[in-house]
Nanobody
């Protein structure tokens, strides 16, 4: 089992920045691909970014490429999502998730955090 706890969400004006964190506990953190997903009201959960276990490979949704950066610190069992140039359409609940192999599909992920709300005002 892997337990995931997100933090860092909040209210920010358009153009601002936030950094989300996801702290993991349980099995060896570096064995897991970590992903960030988001879900806006009335919409399906969508892929945002993912990072390989060692951190060498990263993947982004086109909608966030160039604005968001995913990173991880395996010594701290934590994955981060740095979000810059935020837009109102980035408003959503953001979730981190873990699985063994890289994927951008939410249904492939085995472990999920409880989510953290990000609200971007215009």
């Amino acid at each position: 089992q892997v337990q995931l706890v997100e933090s860092g969400g909040g209210l920010v004006q358009a153009g601002g920045s936030l950094r989300l964190s996801c702290a993991a506990s349980g099995r060896t953190f570096s064995n897991y691909v970590m992903g960030w997903f988001r879900q806006a009201p009335g919409k399906e959960r969508e892929f945002v970014a993912a990072i390989s276990g060692g951190g060498a490979r990263t993947y982004y949704a086109d909608s966030v490429k160039g604005r968001f950066t995913i990173s991880r610190d395996n010594a701290k069992n934590t994955v981060y999502l740095q979000m810059n140039s935020l837009k109102p359409e980035d408003t959503a609940v953001y979730y981190c998730a873990a699985r063994y192999f890289i994927s951008t599909a939410s249904h492939d992920y085995n472990y999920w955090g409880q989510g953290t709300q990000v609200t971007v005002s215009s």
